[in-house]
């Protein structure tokens, strides 16, 4: 399985930004498909995940309320909606895959495919 990660970009205080993975090379059925950003200085972060197959989800306290994760099964794609953006919210977010069991997958050393970082900016 390979990934593509896609839409970041610049986008003021409050505003929104949707993030898109697609993937490519395989089945998903398996797979938990994840979101993880890391802002300079900081350790990768986990931000929300969702199960392929069956689709449970999970977010981050600190963007809970705020960020919704979807699948597109059609198209083998995962889409991040990140709303009321704050400039904390700055970092390379990536998405990411795995087939570790749930209970770890806010563990980023536990993925083991992932895509290019895509850049998200908030700022005024």
């Known amino acids: 399985v390979q990934l593509q990660a896609s839409g970041g970009g610049w986008v003021q205080p409050g505003g929104s930004l949707r993030l898109s993975c697609a993937a490519s090379?395989?089945?998903?059925?398996?797979?938990?498909l994840a979101w993880f950003r890391q802002a300079p200085g900081k350790e990768r972060e986990f931000v929300a995940v969702?199960?392929?197959?069956?689709?449970?989800?999970r977010y981050a306290d600190s963007v809970k309320g705020r960020v919704t994760i979807s699948k597109d099964t059609a198209k083998n794609t995962v889409f991040l909606q990140m709303n009321s953006l704050k400039p904390e919210d700055t970092a390379v977010y990536y998405c990411?895959?795995?087939?570790?069991?749930?209970?770890?997958?806010?563990?980023?050393?536990?993925?083991?495919?992932w895509g290019q970082g895509t850049q998200v900016t908030v700022s005024s």
């Open positions: 090379g395989g089945t998903l059925n398996s797979y938990k």
């Open positions: 969702i199960r392929w197959s069956g689709g449970t989800i």
């Open positions: 990411a895959a795995t087939r570790i069991v749930w209970s770890e997958i806010e563990n980023h050393w536990r993925y083991d495919v």
